[in-house]
Each structure stands twice: as structure tokens, then as C-alpha cells.
């Protein structure tokens, strides 16, 4: 989700450069930079090493 807007405040984001991230978007207001939201996901396995394989 790129902002548009500061979803703290709804001031209208400019593009600023933030060391060698690029242009992102800056809310002048808060003083806050916007970067990108994204989804993040956990894999996990359980193991029990004390099953015994029956054949």
C-alpha cells in the first residue's frame, strides 16, 4: 500500500528522499516517513523426534 495521505493525521504525503531508500512519501506534520505497508507470514513445523514410525 503505497500513502497518499498521513494516516495519523490525513496531511497530504510529499516525496522526499530518505538516504538511499529513494523518494518516499514524508508527512511534513508528524515528521514522519511512509513507507510501503506489506504482508509478512510465519512458517513453523513440529516436530516430535520421540514418535516412533510404525511400518
Not at 538516504?19 to 508527512?27: A, R, S, T
Amino acid at each position: 500500500m503505497k500513502f497518499t495521505h498521513c494516516p495519523h493525521c490525513g496531511t497530504k504525503a510529499i516525496p522526499k528522499e530518505i538516504g538511499d531508500e529513494g523518494l518516499i512519501p514524508y508527512c511534513e506534520t508528524c515528521k514522519i516517513p511512509l513507507f510501503e505497508m506489506f504482508s509478512t507470514c510465519v512458517l513453523s513445523i513440529v516436530v516430535n523426534e520421540q514418535q516412533v514410525m510404525c511400518k
